[in-house]
């Protein structure tokens, strides 16, 4: 059972969704795709597009001119959802901060994929490695006196 399955008993209800562009280290992704202004009526066409994808939610966003998509992060990413939705013609909000929040978004979830293909480090594995690389290595705590002239004390 996982941490938000236990609160969801504990309370009785689920949590509401976090935040697009808050840090979300899980796999299940919330984003925000904000529209131009002037394209308000291309929000229709988008949730028929989206919704229609297996596994993915729409709702309304904060804004008039947003959806909120939640995805699951192997299945989908944020750049494949907006490559997607430009080649079928729609426009984004192309402001500074709105183009900086994307690609801070499209290199988490990039750098969190890459992460999850990475295979585990086996520590102990390592250290051993390591160990036994020092004890060949001349550091000058070998006793260079043959083992049949020392004393054993």
Do not use: C
């Not at 066409?45 to 994808?53: D, T």
């Not at 293909?117 to 250290?127: T, W």
């Amino acid at each position: 059972m996982n941490p938000e399955k236990a609160r969801e008993l504990r309370d009785g209800h689920t949590r509401p969704h976090p935040r697009p562009f808050l840090p979300q280290p899980d796999t299940h992704k919330t984003r925000e795709l904000r529209f131009e202004p002037g394209h308000a009526g291309e929000i229709g066409r988008a949730v028929n597009l989206l919704s229609g994808l297996p596994g993915m939610l729409v709702a309304p966003g904060e804004t008039a001119n947003s959806l909120s998509v939640s995805y699951e992060l192997g299945d989908y990413t944020f750049e494949g959802l907006e490559a997607a939705l430009v080649a079928q013609g729609f426009h984004f909000d192309s402001s500074i901060v709105r183009r900086i929040q994307r690609a801070l978004i499209h290199f988490s979830e990039e750098t969190q994929l890459r992460n999850m293909r990475v295979p585990e480090r086996l520590i102990k594995k390592s250290q051993q490695v390591y160990s036994k690389a020092w004890d060949k290595h001349m550091h000058g705590d070998h006793d260079n006196t043959p083992r049949d002239l020392r004393q054993d004390r």
